[in-house]
């Protein structure tokens, strides 16, 4: 009898987070998209519909205490996602060196991208109107598939070559920083609001 293991295991990690004042979090990634004046301008320079502070502010946490209450809980899931993933990190913890606010207006989205020289990556759900983006994951393997047939429409969701997520508010979806991912297009009527980041050893 014939037996097949399964290797090589991408994990993603989906929580929802304990604590945070969504109103006022969300009041704080309006007001400070308000006055990053600089942040507007990439955004519009870019192309990205709505706005984000990926380019132009690295210190949320120290510039609104709602954002820095969330990095004191993020910091607690990633340690246990990096747990779950069996990271030896050598007595040390994983940092979060980046965090940044993400609106995304009626229309707009995120082409596929990867998160180079971090280790984990993630974002926490502010406001997802109905209607607003899903995340779609792409299988890390795929550039290498070149002759291989398409999985039928039925398989499982850990065979799919993309898997979409629809994150809820509130809730915290992580993974490892080389999967490829991106958002698709905000069909909601309003801005989807996040507050993505980075962690690295």
Known sequence: MAEIATLFVTKLYRAAVEGPD??????ACRAIAADDEAGRRWSEE?????????????????????IAALKGLLDKHAAGFARELNLDLGGRRLKLDSIWINVLAPGGAHTGHIH??????GTYYVDTPPGASALKFEDPRL????AAPPRREDAPESERS????????GEVV???SFIRHEVTP????????????????
């Open 116 to 121: 180079p020289h971090s280790v984990l990556s």
């Open 143 to 146: 550039p290498m598939m070149m």
């Open 174 to 176: 992580m993974w490892e």
């Open 46 to 66: 870019k192309g990205y519909r709505g706005y984000t502070s990926y380019a132009s502010l690295d210190d949320l946490p120290r510039r609104d205490p709602d």
């Open 186 to 201: 905000n069909s909601a009527r309003k801005a989807r609001v996040s507050i993505s980041f980075n962690y690295g050893w």
């Open 162 to 169: 993309f898997v979409y997520v629809r994150p809820k508010a």
């Open 22 to 27: 969504n109103r006022a979090l969300l009041a």
